[in-house]
């Protein structure tokens, strides 16, 4: 079985710090990824972890810890054009060598001037 | 190149009848899977295919079925519609089912009156 908790809503002011956790419980676990939606459009990725640590891709950060099961997108520098949807998803292999991608229930973030 | 494409975009159905959605990969992609989203539950899978075969298969009724073509074009089939099926259904194409990217197209916007 599998299951993706994170939080259902952060706020934030611009030019801020914040941090989105995610936890999962799933078996063959290969990779956490994060996508942004933004209301009416669709989800586009951002970040993949497959192996613990930080991974940086501009003012968007991912952490991944296997051993805790547990990941987080770090957004920095806050713009009003931030504020979305945030899914942590997980690879996970599923029957021979599919690999199934789970999402979460999201984050919406808002960021108030 | 041009993206994943979805159709039709909107569609307006009664309790009881069937409907088909289609989706376009990108070109190269040999993966497709389905997503329903719902306000509140995120992405729920739907299924995957690969190479005209379906990979995975999420917890949904065997009212929900899906097959993928030749050129890797993909439809999703759902009979005896319930108010509970109206939701966005998203289709995402990746390289291969793997792949740490996937790629989403906007989505149709089903609604069953």
């Known amino acids: 079985g599998q299951s993706l908790e994170q939080p259902s809503e952060v706020t934030a002011v611009e030019g801020a710090i914040v941090q989105i956790n995610c936890t999962y419980q799933?078996?063959?676990?290969?990779?956490l990824s994060w996508y942004q939606q933004h209301d009416g459009g669709a989800p586009t990725f951002l970040s993949y972890?497959?192996?613990?640590g930080l991974e940086e891709t501009g003012r968007f950060s991912s952490f991944l810890s296997r051993s805790d099961s547990y990941g987080y997108l770090l957004l920095q520098e806050l713009q009003m054009k931030d504020s979305a949807s945030y899914f942590c998803?997980?690879?996970?292999?599923?029957?021979?060598?599919?690999?199934?991608?789970?999402f979460g229930s999201g984050t919406q973030l808002t960021v108030l001037p | 190149k041009a993206g994943v494409t979805q159709t039709p975009r909107y569609l307006i159905k009664t309790r009881g009848q069937q409907v088909t959605l289609s989706c376009s990969p990108i070109s190269g992609h040999r993966s497709v899977s389905w997503y329903q989203q719902t306000p509140g539950q995120g992405l729920q899978f739907l299924f995957e295919y690969f190479s005209e075969t379906q990979r995975n298969k999420g917890n949904f009724p065997g009212r929900f079925s899906g097959r993928q073509f030749s050129n890797s074009r993909s439809e999703m089939n759902v009979s005896t519609l319930e108010l509970g099926d109206s939701a966005l259904y998203l289709c995402?194409?990746?390289f291969g089912t793997g792949y740490t990217e996937a790629f989403f197209g906007q989505g149709t916007r089903l609604t069953v009156v």
């Open positions: 998803a997980v690879r996970e292999a599923k029957s021979g060598s599919a690999r199934q991608l789970t």
């Open positions: 995402a194409s990746s």
């Open positions: 799933t078996s063959g676990f290969y990779g």
């Open positions: 972890n497959a192996l613990d």
